[in-house]
């Protein structure tokens, strides 16, 4: 059976008017981008952005803007940012914030495509914050969504982690623990402490409230899907840029991106994970390619039954270990290291978790301790200690996810890619099989190095000598340890003896049955 025939990629976004929530984001920079450079023909492009830090919506777009993953837009089509407009907003509040009734109207009037990408993705988030910012803020949106004339795909990121009770992901709508607008009503009522006290038995299974808060979330996309062409599409763990706009891009320091950069930095010497499980990491630039198809795809297959849902992932195709990406690290660390490192970085995961807590003590905590003993003793402000919590504390967090075996279904991308032409294809690449794993954890490397610790190529050389420094003293801190071990264990040894011979020489003296002068006698 042939694939229905639609208009193409280029053709269908020719002259339309798009919409995007959460463009500053890390999900939201890449779509824009290339939305910018691959789709030439879009006419406007409206960007929600609210006030943060004191910074003027205006003024946060031509942050965005100077970013040098738009280097290759300002070079090949300069003119394609006079089509961003943006719209100064907030989804959390009523009307997403649009105050001028001017623009809303205009807004309503010419989006065709809207992505709503706006999220905070923090996992300690309390339960309220998430619910007013994620699940709130998407019930907005598709109230927003529902007024506008022509809209013809609404596309909603989730999250393939917001489902975790399920041994397999299907690419289906499930059903929310709670309906949200009773839920809403609830967690208004309380006070938030009291809140605070009832969010573990809220939240359930899940692992914690940013992925409680997107399953309600999927639950009135789901919900609207009866009035509006939506889709759910589910990225698993977000990671560093494939190919696009650079390799190795990456701007945050959420899971292994994080986890990479305390071991490459030699803070991070043990971590709880099952090394044999499946890492389901989705390049960012293949995320965001799948939400330009979805669009594409949702608009022209219009589906009759319930949202268009999409697992953008990896394992079903192109399956990869937790111990493979750990030692693709440690091989390309040492190739590439980063500048000041604190330790050779010579970590090792832990399959048991009381073995992982030990080494926490013993070469996490107490090191740290002693790290800041000696900056205060150098008139120098301490700092490992609360680097040490904070990574401990993410580190919590993402062993969730490491520790157990995920399964997830992605079949429906495949099959949307196949109705693009073979050039369309190759642009707008979604295909999980043309990741090399160990090039791509070495570009993500290059990618913390250059984006995130601001090193360029150039330390390379300096950062290279002071890794070798830093392996020579820790095989020298090695041998001082066992020899220590060592002299500790003669002493033993010695005293033991010793105490054995005095306590012989006690009993001879004091033995009962002789007489006082026999004992006097023999000294």
Known sequence: MQPPKYPSL??????????????????????????????????????????????????????????????????????????????????????????????????????????????????????????????????????????????????????????????????????????????????????????????????????????????????????????????????????????????????????????????????????????????????????????????????????????LVVNLTTTERNAVSWGEIIEFGRKNIYKYPFSGGVWWPDGSIKNSKLAHDLCVIFFHTIPAYMIDCLAVLCRQKPFMVNIQKRLQGGLDLLQYYTTKEWNFTNKKIVEISEQLTQDERECFNTDVKSIQWETYVRDMLLGIRKFILKDDNSTLPAARRHMNRLYWLDRGFRVFVLLMFFWMLISSFGLFNFAQEESFASTTCEAPSEPLGVCESAV
């Open 10 to 307: 280029a053709e269908f976004y020719q002259g339309r008017t798009l919409f995007i929530t959460g463009a500053t984001g890390f999900m939201g920079k890449i779509l824009l981008e290339k939305l910018l450079r691959s789709c030439p023909e879009v006419e406007c492009i409206y960007l929600l952005m609210r006030a943060k830090r004191g910074q003027q919506p205006r003024s946060r777009l031509d942050t965005l803007l100077s970013n040098p993953i738009f280097d290759e837009v300002r070079k090949m089509r300069p003119e394609a940012f006079s089509k961003l407009r943006v719209v100064a907003g907030d989804v959390s509040e009523d009307g997403l914030g649009l105050k001028d009734p001017d623009l809303r109207a205009e807004v309503l009037a010419s989006v065709s495509v809207f992505f709503h990408c706006a999220a905070c993705v923090r996992f300690d988030m309390t339960l309220k914050y998430a619910l007013t910012f994620n699940t709130k803020g998407t019930k907005r949106v598709l109230e927003f969504c529902s007024q506008i004339e022509k809209l013809e795909s609404l596309v909603y990121v989730s999250t393939s982690y917001c489902h975790c009770d399920r041994d397999v992901l299907g690419e289906e709508p499930y059903e929310a623990p709670f309906e949200p607008e009773k839920l809403f009503q609830c967690i208004d009522w309380l006070q938030d402490d009291l809140v605070q006290l009832i969010t573990p038995k809220l939240i359930g299974n899940l692992p914690n409230t940013y992925a409680f808060s997107k399953s309600l979330c999927e639950k009135l996309v789901t919900d609207a899907s009866k009035v509006m062409p939506v889709a759910i599409a589910r990225p698993s763990i977000v990671t560093a840029a494939l190919n696009e706009p650079i390799p190795g891009y990456v701007d945050n320091l959420n899971g292994p991106t994080g986890l990479l950069l305390g071991a490459g930095k030699g803070v991070l010497r043990s971590m709880h994970c099952k090394p044999a499980y499946k890492a389901d990491l989705i390049p960012v630039d293949l995320a965001c390619n799948g939400l330009i198809v979805i669009a594409w795809h949702l608009a022209n297959a219009r589906p009759e039954h319930g949202p």
